[in-house]
């Protein structure tokens, strides 16, 4: 059985930075793509975030050069640093990851119950 589970969110005000961690466990065999999506209230789910297996990312148009995404495969961890936040970005953050468990040995998506970040003006 695999589960994420995210950490760090919380309340901030403009301008200021939070770093939310997320963490696979379980039976996992491997683990491709990792991420972050957001979804605020009355809105759709969107990307924030992304990182593969190699390392590539890619980031939605409204976090660029404010979010850093990085991860730890020694951990099965990922983080995203964010700064400059913005009262746009309150959102419950949820975490994924596309990877293979034991004894299923398919790719499927897993999310974690996501974490709210409250950004104040």
């Known amino acids: 059985q695999v589960q994420l589970v995210e950490s760090g969110g919380g309340l901030v005000q403009a301008g200021g930075s939070l770093r939310l961690s997320c963490a696979a466990s379980?039976?996992?065999?491997?683990?491709?793509?990792m991420g972050w999506y957001r979804q605020a209230p009355g809105k759709q789910r969107e990307l924030v975030a992304i990182?593969?297996?190699?390392?590539?990312?890619n980031y939605g148009d409204s976090v660029k050069g404010r979010f850093t995404i990085s991860r730890d495969n020694a951990k099965n961890t990922v983080y995203l640093q964010m700064n400059s936040l913005k009262p746009e970005d309150t959102a419950v953050y949820y975490c994924n990851a596309d990877l293979v468990a034991i004894p299923i040995m398919t790719r499927r998506d897993y999310w974690g119950q996501g974490t709210q970040v409250t950004v104040s003006s």
């Open positions: 379980g039976s996992i065999f491997s683990i491709n793509t």
């Open positions: 990182i593969r297996g190699g390392g590539s990312t």
